[in-house]
């Protein structure tokens, strides 16, 4: 009777594991067969480009007619950055060219062994767009995390950037001061990879700000959700969360840029991110706003930004 109880608690505990490893293994397969219709069912809208001469490509997202380039770089985890601009895009593409960058490991791009350090991320992004056609100068839109890439641009090529308009973008003395983390879960990123993720209903219009904001229609959230699915919490988003401290400080030994670095900041941003960056704006001849909106601001007031920046965009030009 012993060894038959031994067994049993031997065996149940087995048989649970076997079970979680079935589900899971499964669930794999099935997410990379989905993966692989969905490519084929929605192709990049835009440029794919090797920049490394490795066989990867990052995807470069272009629109509108204007002698001015707009470049709108998104922040960590971003799934699709094509998508979450497109209701500030939209408003400015009747006067300007615009261009995404979907850097590694985001939207249609390739998930990379390419490092992610603020030298290599930076060329990346230069080259992609010099592949796909566009052109400088640049008037750069960078969300969050993605001020430090265009603060070291603007240091690096002041004669590609003819203005910085940052959307509650971080800057390097905020991150040297605070030596804030990114709250990032590798549980998420075991849903995603796994395909688990996908059996969560409503998962993906609950957490892409876009569709959960109304700025997408039934088209564009089926093919925003095939990103989402495939492209949270990538090796690369892991890389460059764990690369911010680094990046930071590299970023201000450069000191502050020679063109102006305006910013619209998110009034639910805790006290010492909007002393610090309005600061920051101030101290390089920029203008600040704060908005009554949340991280993603131009989700929120995408008309208030695209007309102010026009006026930012026309003053920066004139001088």
Known sequence: MKKILKYILIGIPLLVIAGIAFVVVGSYFEHQELVEQEKQKYPAPGSLVDVNDDGNHLHVYSSGEGDQTLVFMA??????????????????????????????????????????????????????????????????????????????WANLYPEEITTIIGLDPLVPQYQVQTEEEPALSRIISLLASSGLMRQQPGVCRDNFEAIRKGHLDKEKIEIACSIFFRRTLTDNMWEEADMIPINAKQVLEEGNPEVPFHAFISDEGEAKWKEVLSAYAKNTGGKYYILEAGHYLHLDLPELIAETSTDLITQAIAD
């Open 75 to 152: 922040g960590l985890g971003t799934s699709s950055p094509v998508y979450d601009f497109k209701a500030l895009y939209d408003h400015l593409t009747d006067d300007y060219r615009i261009a995404v960058v979907e850097r590694a490991g985001y939207g249609w791009s390739d998930i990379t062994a390419s490092p992610r350090d603020i030298d290599t991320v930076l060329e990346e992004t230069r080259a992609a767009l010099q592949k796909s056609g566009e052109s400088p100068p640049y008037v750069l839109f960078p969300h969050s995390m993605a001020g430090l890439e265009a603060i070291y």
